[in-house]
C-alpha cells in the first residue's frame, strides 16, 4: 500500500489544506508543515494510511479537532497527518447497559447532547468540549470542571479498537461494568497521545443524568482565604460537582471583558447536583464564610447557576483580549494550590507578564495563563522564563507538570524530569515495543 | 547476587515452611513445590531476590496472603516464591490530601481500619478481605460489594514502587488527584498479577469515610423477578452502595448451615449510604415491589442492616459445607444477569453437580460456586466441565471470563479466547518488554 494506492478523497496536499492542520493550539511549541492530510473514513482506511506510512517511511501525526495545548498534534517535517474529522459517527448508544460506542471524530458535545437526550450524562467537559472530539479526550486523558466529582476521560473508557503502527486492528477492553482479562491495554492507550496507535473506536460507560446543579459563588479579600474554604469543603469531603478558583488577575480581566463588576482577591464558583443538594450547599456556604467571605452568593436555580458560572466560563476569552496567551496547566496537592498560586505571582512579577491563574481548585490543577506577544522576542523569551519556572515550580510542590492537557511536545521534556529514570525508561521501552519504528506521533511525549 | 549471598532471614528451602507457599485457594490448577521461599524485608531485598533469581535463571512467583481463586500465586517447578508477608508497613497517611502510602504486605482490614480510625474510608472489599493483602489486591485489580458504588481497587491506585525482572527500581504515578504525565504505567501494572514486576510500595487514594448505610432485603418468587428489580435499580441510576443477588441454591445452602429460615428462589440485599439514604431507600424498595418481592425488609440502623447482610457474608461458608468448591466468577452485562444464572442452573442439571450462585448484581458479576469432590474423578471431571460451560457461556452473552479475580493460571486459555488476537499478541510484546527472560510468574495471564 502506497499513498498513491489510497483513495483519492483520502489524501489532501494542497498547502493551504495542510496547513490547517499542521499544529493545535499550543504556544512554545515548533510548527511545520506536513506533506500530507490524511481523512480516512473508515478503519479500513486507517489501516491503509498506516501501511502507506509504513511503506514510504513517514511519521504519522493523528489529529482530532486541534484544540490541544501541548503540541500533540503539531506535525513535524515530512509527516503526514491523520484527521479523524471524518470518523465521527456515534455507532450505538446502549441505554440500559449506559454505554456509548463512537468513532473517535465524533465532538465531545455532541456526544454529551446525544446521551442527554436519553436521560445519560458523560461527565467529561474539557474547556474545548464545544470543538474538541472524544478520539482527543481519550488520546489526551482530557478533564475539565467535572474532575472534582466525576474524574477524567480515561474513567469513562470501557474499551477501544485501534490500529498499531504496522497497520494491525487491535480492540482492548469490554462491554461490562467490571473486568480484570489482562492487561490494561485500555488505560496504556489512553492518554498515550497517538503514540501507541490510533483510535478508531471507543466504547464509554455512562452515567444517569444527574439533578440541574445548586450553585455558590463566593469571593474572597485574600487568595490564602479562599484557598481556606476550599481546604475546608475538600476536608469535609462535602459532595461537590465543581469547584473553581478565579485568582484576582483573572478576574480583573474577566471585569475588563465584561463589565460584570468584578473585584475581588479572589472568587470560588462550587456546585453540588446531589438530588437534593441542600446539606451540602450548607456546608459549602459555611465553609466560604468561616474562612471569610467577602460575600457568599447562593442559587438553587439552575439558569442562575449558569449565570453565576458565566465569570468563569469568560476567563480564556478575557485572557485572550490580553495578548497571545499560554493556557498551562499543572496539578498539585490541593493543600499546596495557594502556594503554587503566590508563587505564579511572584513568577509574572519577576518575568513583567500578566499570568492570571484559574481552574480547578477541587483536584488541585490550576491553569496559569501566561499573556504575551509572541512577535516580540523580549516577550517571547520572558513567556518561556515564566512557563519554566511555573513547571517546576508545580514539580517542588510535589505535583505533576500536566493534569489535564498532556505532554505532547511542549512538556517532552519536562515529562522526562518529572518521571524517574526507570520509568523514563520503561517508557521508551513500551513505545519501541509497538512502534519499533517509531512511525507514530514522534516527539510527542517522549522527545 | 545469588541465592547464597541473600540474607539467611531471607531465604527458607524447608519443605514444609515452602509447602505452605505453594499456591493459591484455586481448583483445577496444578499445584507444584517451588524451590525455596524468599521473604525480603525492604526493596532493596526484593532487588537482591530478583537479581539471585536471575543469576539463577529461576522463575519468580510473587505472592500476597494466598487467598487467590486464579492459580496466579502457583508456583511452577523449578521456581522460588517471593513472599511479601514481612513488606506489611503502611509509611504514611496524609489525611488533608487523603492518600495513603504502604508497603505490599499491608493487609487489606488493616488498612481499611488504620484509614477509618482517621474518619477516612478505603473502599475495595474483596470477600479475602480479612486476610488477603492490599499487593495480591492490587496485582489482581481485587474488587468487592463495594464495587456498584465505589470501583475496583485500580480506582484507587495513584502510584506504585515496582522492581522490574531485571531489579530495576521504577516509580510510576503521582501524588496528586489528577494527572496526565505520560504512559498509564500504574495502570498497566494493576491487575498484571505479578508478571511485569514486584510491587513493593502503593499510593492509594482515599475517600471521606461515609455515613452508616441504610439496607433493604428483598426476596422473590423468582429469579426473572428479582432480576427485574435489579434492572429497575440500575436502570434508575438510584444511588446504592451495595447491590447483591442470592439464587435459590446458595439461600438453602446459607439456611442448611444457619437455619436462617431462607426459602425464597432469589434474594437482593441493597445499600444506600448517602446521608439522606431516604430517597434512594425508597426507590430500590419501589422497585422491588413493582417486580413482584415476596418480602422485602428495609432499615435505616447500621447494626441491623449488618445482620441483614449476614446471610451474604454466609454464602461461601455455607457453600464449603457441601464440599470442595471453585468459587467462579464471571462478569456479563447487567441485562444477561438472568440468563446467566439460568444458564447456570442448566448446566449444574447437566454435569449433575451443585452450583450455587451469588454476587454484584449491581456489576453484573457473579460468582457461581461449584460443589464437587476433588478426590472423586468423575465429579472433578464435571466440576471442569462446568467451569467451562460457565465460563463460555459469560463469553456468550457478551461477558468477561474474569470480573475481579484475575485470570492467574486457571482462566490462561480462556483469556487467551476472550482477547482478539491481536490483543493477545499485544500482552506478550509487553510481557517479552518488560520481562525478556519470562521470569515473573510465567504460565499466568499468559499461557
Not at 200 to 214: G, K, M, N, Q, S
Not at 340 to 360: M, P
Amino acid at each position: 500500500m502506497t499513498f498513491e494506492e489510497l483513495p483519492a478523497a483520502v489524501v489532501q496536499t494542497d498547502s493551504d489544506v495542510v496547513a490547517g492542520f499542521a499544529h493545535d493550539e499550543a504556544q512554545l511549541v515548533d510548527r511545520r508543515l506536513p506533506l500530507a492530510v490524511l481523512s480516512p473514513r473508515s478503519t479500513d482506511e486507517v489501516v491503509a494510511c498506516l501501511r502507506a506510512a509504513a511503506s514510504a517511511g513517514l511519521a504519522v501525526v493523528t489529529r482530532g479537532a486541534g484544540t490541544g495545548l501541548a503540541g500533540g498534534a503539531n506535525a513535524p517535517d515530512g509527516s503526514v497527518v491523520l484527521s479523524t474529522r471524518r470518523l465521527d459517527r456515534i455507532v450505538a448508544i446502549d441505554v440500559e447497559e449506559r454505554l456509548a460506542v463512537m468513532q473517535p471524530g465524533v465532538v465531545t458535545a455532541d456526544l454529551r447532547s446525544a446521551v442527554a437526550d436519553l436521560g445519560l450524562f458523560y461527565p467529561p467537559d474539557p474547556g474545548s468540549v464545544a470543538t474538541s472530539t472524544i478520539g482527543g479526550n481519550v488520546a489526551t486523558n482530557a478533564g475539565g470542571m467535572c474532575c472534582v466529582k466525576y474524574g477524567v476521560t480515561g474513567d469513562y473508557v470501557l474499551g477501544l479498537e485501534a490500529v498499531l503502527a504496522d497497520g494491525r486492528v487491535m480492540r482492548t477492553g469490554r462491554r461490562t461494568v467490571k473486568g480484570v482479562a489482562g492487561y490494561g491495554l485500555t488505560s496504556l492507550l489512553v492518554g498515550s497521545e497517538g503514540t501507541l496507535g490510533v483510535i478508531t473506536e471507543i466504547t464509554l460507560r455512562l452515567l444517569p443524568a444527574p439533578p440541574p446543579p445548586a450553585t455558590v459563588v463566593a469571593t474572597f479579600a485574600s487568595l490564602t482565604d479562599a484557598g481556606r474554604a476550599v481546604e475546608r469543603i475538600t476536608g469535609d469531603g462535602t459532595d461537590v460537582s465543581l469547584l473553581e478558583l478565579l485568582d484576582a488577575t483573572t478576574l480583573a480581566a474577566i471585569d475588563a471583558h465584561t463589565g460584570m463588576g468584578l473585584a475581588a482577591e479572589a472568587m470560588l464558583l462550587v456546585q453540588s447536583d446531589l438530588p437534593d443538594p441542600g446539606p451540602a450547599i450548607d456546608s459549602v456556604q459555611a465553609a466560604c464564610e468561616a474562612a471569610g467571605a467577602v460575600d457568599v452568593v447562593v442559587t438553587t436555580d439552575a439558569d442562575e447557576g449558569a449565570q453565576l458560572l458565566e465569570a468563569r466560563r469568560q476567563a480564556l476569552p478575557a485572557m485572550e483580549r490580553l495578548g497571545d496567551w499560554l493556557l498551562d496547566d499543572v496539578c498539585v496537592p490541593r493543600r499546596s494550590i495557594v502556594a503554587l498560586v503566590e508563587g505564579i505571582a511572584q513568577v509574572a512579577d519577576d518575568v513583567g507578564l500578566t499570568i492570571g491563574v484559574f481552574g480547578h481548585a477541587g483536584d488541585g490543577n490550576m491553569h496559569p495563563t501566561i499573556v504575551f506577544d509572541r512577535h516580540d522576542p523580549d516577550s517571547l523569551a520572558a513567556a518561556r522564563r515564566a512557563f519554566d519556572a511555573i513547571t517546576a515550580l508545580a514539580l517542588e510542590l510535589g505535583g505533576t507538570v500536566t493534569g489535564e492537557h498532556g505532554v505532547g511536545r511542549l512538556k517532552s521534556g519536562w515529562l522526562a524530569r518529572e518521571l524517574d529514570p526507570v520509568a523514563l525508561d520503561v517508557h521508551r521501552t513500551v513505545k519501541a515495543a509497538l512502534d519499533p519504528h517509531g512511525r507514530l506521533n514522534p516527539g510527542s511525549v517522549l522527545s
